[in-house]
């Protein structure tokens, strides 16, 4: 008998923040802070009301805001975590940086954001091993 896969997140998951900054020849920067609730099903991502980020050219901002959407639910997808989505994710604090924000930077702290609310919510990443 097969067992049905926990739901993630089971309970609230609030202010997982998350600093990406790598600085070498191609620099990354990004900061957010997102809350991860319980939903119905599926993945939905969105920003809060209030949210304001000192940043310029600020029409570039949706783009970061949808690449850490993207890099959240890219990494809570991933078979080794063994979670069914149904979550809801709002973006609560952002930051940005001229030399060094990009989509990718903000991708990968999408990641780091995913994988830091797997871990408060108990979830590890299943081994590949079978034994």
Do not use: W
Not at 15 to 40: L, S
Not at 56 to 63: D, F, G, K
Not at 104 to 131: D, M, T, V
């Amino acid at each position: 008998m097969m067992s049905v896969p926990p739901r993630f997140p089971s309970h609230p998951i609030r202010g997982v923040r998350i600093v990406h900054q790598k600085q070498n020849c191609a620099p990354q920067f990004a900061v957010i802070e997102v809350d991860f609730e319980p939903a119905g099903e599926g993945f939905a991502f969105e920003v809060d009301q209030e949210l304001t980020v000192d940043y310029e050219p600020a029409e570039a901002l949706p783009r970061f805001f949808e690449a850490a959407a993207l890099g959240i639910e890219e990494q809570l997808s991933l078979p080794e975590h063994g979670v069914v989505i149904a979550t809801r994710v709002v973006l609560r604090h952002a930051r940005a940086d001229p030399f060094g924000s990009h989509e990718r930077a903000f991708k990968i702290a999408g990641y780091l954001a995913a994988r830091q609310a797997l871990e408060r919510a108990g979830h590890r990443a299943r081994s590949s091993e079978s034994g």
